[in-house]
């Protein structure tokens, strides 16, 4: 039950005892307040519930997850992509997952859907797998490229999975003003005032290409490597996009969302970051705040905290505030190329629409792949990413290493 819900109980309950004793009606009285004390311990557990979940990190809210356990234990992306290049293997539980993931996604596949529940490592493979036949090597002791991590969604990001067309969410803007007025005196009409939030689909992939016997041959480590690579070039992409993405085809992200505060670099770090927190705090933003920024910012602040001596670490510089460095955040948006981005914000508040599952088409008959007996596969996902309310973000701006000395 919804904490609104419970608070109209208690105002009716409330009345019912105020009735109570206007009429001197003491059962009544005590019988309703009885029912006040058990409500009210029901509604202050709703409250924490409430407020447990406003700072849980992204998950999905929605999808009914039923096959979760079964796709991660039992359905294989190697079978099934060579399956799907005709190769003789078994992929009969692929296959028959396949109107399963349609329907969840909203319309058949153009090759083969992979379900998202399998993509929750990140590694990766090489361009066509020839090294990962187990022959003399240790496919369990790959060694992966040195990439960013994945960060909005532990930041707090909203993933609302399964959707089918475009979404259009109501938002508040304004609300009726509320006036004082003198004994018999008339109140001015004032309305609330709406518009939409639209998320719509766009579209991100790759073409790449993987060898016969990495297909038909690979360990079972391999399986783990296929999804890995597949996972983490795709939440990287949806990251980078959900950070400042607005390009030709690309989800808006936080950066270039229309509105968000602004604030400018001011003497040190202590101060500018105290500058973001009171621009929050004045348009009352609440949830999962945190700072997001370059590693960069993590060397001024060190260097700043040395020159003065400083028996601090770098989070005070932060008051205290969640701070995650990340490469993911760009480092050219002004200034030449050497501005290097600063957020502050409640990450509840980005908003990840995620449409379908992972679409994979295998083609063992592209000129190239063809010749080699390899197969050219092309893996699609279709997202979109918008800001619930813009001025929940601050963006800080002309953070130049030159600037800071560390150029």
């Given amino acids: 039950m919804k904490t609104s819900d419970l608070i109209e109980q208690r105002a009716a309950i409330v009345a019912r005892m105020a009735e109570a004793h206007a009429a001197d009606d003491g059962e009544g009285f005590t019988a309703a307040e009885s029912e006040l004390r058990a409500l009210d311990g029901k509604l202050d557990r709703q409250r924490k519930i409430d407020e447990a979940e406003r700072h849980e990190p992204g998950r999905p809210i929605n999808g009914d997850g039923k096959l979760d356990a079964e796709i991660r234990s039992r359905f294989s992306l190697s079978r099934a992509i060579a399956g799907a ?17 349609a329907k969840r996604a909203g319309k058949p596949a153009e090759g083969v859907y992979i379900p998202t529940e399998l993509f929750e490592t990140r590694v990766l493979t090489t361009a066509t797998g020839a090294e990962l036949v187990p022959t003399e090597h240790r496919p369990d002791q790959y060694v992966s490229a040195l990439v960013a991590s994945s960060v ?22 304004d609300s009726p003003a509320i006036g004082w007025v003198a004994e018999n005196a008339a109140l001015s009409a004032d309305d609330a005032d709406f518009d939409s939030i639209t998320l719509s689909p766009k579209h991100a992939g ?6 016969r016997n990495m297909l038909l041959q690979a360990s079972p480590d391999v399986e783990a490597l296929l999804r890995q690579m597949l996972a983490r070039n795709l939440a990287l992409a949806i990251d980078k996009a959900a950070i400042k993405g607005g390009g030709a085809n690309e989800p808006k992200g936080v950066l270039s969302a229309s509105g968000i505060q602004t604030a400018t670099y001011a003497t040190d770090l202590f101060t500018t970051t105290a500058v973001a927190i009171g621009k929050a705090d004045t348009e009352n933003v609440g949830g999962r705040r945190g700072f997001l920024t370059t ?14 001596k400083l028996p601090v670490g770098v989070a005070t510089l932060f008051h205290d505030e969640p701070v995650t460095f990340s490469n993911q955040v760009p480092a050219n948006l002004g200034a030449g190329t050497n501005e290097h981005g600063l957020i502050y914000g409640d990450w509840s508040e980005l908003l990840i629409g995620i449409w379908s599952e992972i679409d994979i088409l295998v083609n063992p008959f592209e000129s190239t792949a063809y010749s080699k007996g390899n197969v050219s596969i092309r893996a699609m996902a279709t997202v979109d990413c918008a800001v619930r309310h813009p001025k929940a973000f601050v963006s800080v701006g002309g953070v130049l290493a030159t600037a800071k000395g560390i150029a």
């Fill in 85 to 101: 290049a005709g190769l003789g293997v078994d992929w009969g539980r692929e296959r028959e997952l396949q109107a399963e993931l």
């Fill in 152 to 173: 909005v969604r532990g930041m707090g990001a909203r993933v609302l999975g399964g959707l089918t067309g475009n979404l259009s969410i109501p938002r508040e803007t």
């Fill in 206 to 211: 790759a073409l790449s290409e993987w060898s």
């Fill in 295 to 308: 590693p960069l910012l993590r060397e001024i602040g060190m260097k700043q905290l040395d020159a003065n």
